[in-house]
Structures are given as C-alpha cells and as structure tokens.
C-alpha cells in the first residue's frame, strides 16, 4: 500500500489523470548549424522545440548567425558582438572560453563586412584578436576589412608575415596580391596570385584578380580571358557582374584600367558560422 501511495505522490500529473510531458530533447549546436545550409528560418522552431538548459550561448550564437543568412547582417552583427564581449554563459555555469569568445568574434567581423560596414569589421576582428592572438583567420579577416577602409599598406604588412604560413594559405595570397597591386607591386602580385590561382584554379575572385593584375602588366588578352572564366563559372554572382564591367572597359578602351579595385576585399570569404575557428 506504502509503495502505490508513493508511487502517486511521485507522479502528480498521473494523479490528476493528465499524461506526464516528454523532457525536450537537448539543444545542439552543431544541428542547429547544420539548418543554417537548407534553410535559416528553421533555427527559431528548432530552437523552440530544445531545451536550452547550458547552452545558452549556444542558442544566442545560432539565432544571430540565422539572422545573417536570412540578411540582417547588422542585426546579427551586433548580436555576435554582444556575445564575443560577453565571458559569462549564466550564474550556474563557467565563463565562456576565449577560444569561443574569439570564434563569435570572427562572424561578427564577418557579418559587419558582409554589410559593407568595414570599420566595424576591424573593431571586431582586432577584439577577436585579444582573445585568441595567433589566429590566422581573424587576421585575415582584419587584413581584408584594412583593404576595404583604403589601408593597403598596413594590410601588406601583415600578410607579408602571413605568406609562410600554411593556414588558409590560398586567401592569404589572394589578399596579399590585391594589396600589393593596390600599392603599385604589380610583379609580386602577379606571383601571389599565381600561388592562389595554383591551389584554387576555379575560384571567381582570384581569377577576377589576376584578370586586372594581367592588364596592369600591359596582358590585355590574359585579363580577358581570366574575366571569361569568372563569367563561365559563376555566371550570377557578384564577381562575374565586375567582370562584365572590365571586359566592357577593356572593349572600349584596353588600355585603361578597370573601373572598380577592391576584388578581393570586397568577399567575405566564407558566410558567418559557416568556416574555420578562429583559433588556430
């Protein structure tokens, strides 16, 4: 009898003769990830149906990084900045790594470029930096959002102690010819962009890079037929649009030199969320 009345007091909701919920499964960071490829707006009813339960940070990182991709880049840029300054996850748990302060920075840095908001991109990625000092993506991310603000040479700079690094070697070099080619380098940018060109053949934006470094050099058949490939290969992106525009210069006029300069610079390389840590 003892056991039965136990039994009952330990099952109110049975006693009242409604059925007991189910516990919410736990949220996941890497799933909720995952939504971000097929479709943004699934974060908010994947987010509703989790339990949150010491994963606070989790949840507000996704939720800013939904917020990107469905494009409120400023929306979700100041949300990851709030996050990235933010150490502490809640009053029951341990600070925040800053490893993964420095991460929420980098899509912050990420968000502020793809707005086209360079100086913020800067604060972001050299916070970013303060946390996690030796990462090779927030520096590039720096670099590029440097080249947007008109600061070649201070970019260079940095990607000159950059070029011995394995690390994203690829966007390095691209980055590094445009800034050379932005400060009159225009033999060493055609060797830099050769090293991208070497590991990544089919990438739009290097080739639209090399395309203006090749009519720099006086190549105006080379420029030409790197503007071609871009088109061919992205067809509807924003590379292949400044590659229509050069190779109408080029027609009208082959000895003048492309109507836009910042190829580089003006990618964000990889969406927010969606690339490598921040630390290295």
């Not at 190779?247 to 690339?275: E, K, M, R, Y």
Request: aromatic share 2%; proline share 6%; with cysteine.
């Amino acid at each position: 009898m003892l056991i039965c009345v136990s039994s009952a007091l330990a099952s109110p909701a049975a006693v009242r003769g409604k059925p007991v919920e189910a516990a919410l499964p736990s949220f996941s960071f890497s799933d909720c990830l995952a939504l971000l490829d097929d479709d943004p707006s699934d974060v908010s009813d994947y987010v509703a149906s989790h339990s949150h339960t010491g994963d606070e940070r989790a949840v507000r990182h996704c939720e800013a990084l939904s917020d990107v991709l469905s494009g409120d880049f400023t929306g979700g840029g100041e949300r990851l900045d709030a996050l990235a300054y933010d150490a502490t996850r809640n009053k029951n748990t341990e600070d925040a790594t800053p490893e993964e302060r420095a991460d929420v920075a980098a899509d912050a840095a990420r968000a502020w470029l793809a707005a086209d908001m360079a100086r913020k991109a800067e604060e972001s990625a050299s916070y970013g930096l303060t946390l996690a000092p030796n990462s090779v993506a927030l520096r590039l991310i720096r670099d590029r959002a440097l080249l947007r603000l008109g600061q070649p040479d201070t970019a260079l700079t940095d990607l000159k102690e950059l070029s011995s690094n394995p690390l994203l070697a690829s966007e390095t070099h691209l980055l590094k010819a445009t800034a050379e080619r932005e400060t009159g380098h225009m033999k060493a940018a055609r060797t830099d962009i050769d090293i991208t060109l070497a590991e990544t053949p089919d990438d739009p934006a290097a080739l639209l890079e090399r395309g203006i470094i090749r009519q720099r050099l006086g190549d105006p058949a080379g420029a030409r037929s790197d503007w071609e490939q871009v088109i061919s290969l992205a067809a509807d992106s924003h590379e292949a649009d400044l590659a229509r525009q050069d190779l109408d210069v080029l027609a009208s006029d082959p000895d003048s030199a492309p109507v836009h300069t910042d190829t580089a610079a003006n990618q964000t390389s990889a969406a927010p969320g969606q690339s490598s840590p921040a630390h290295p």
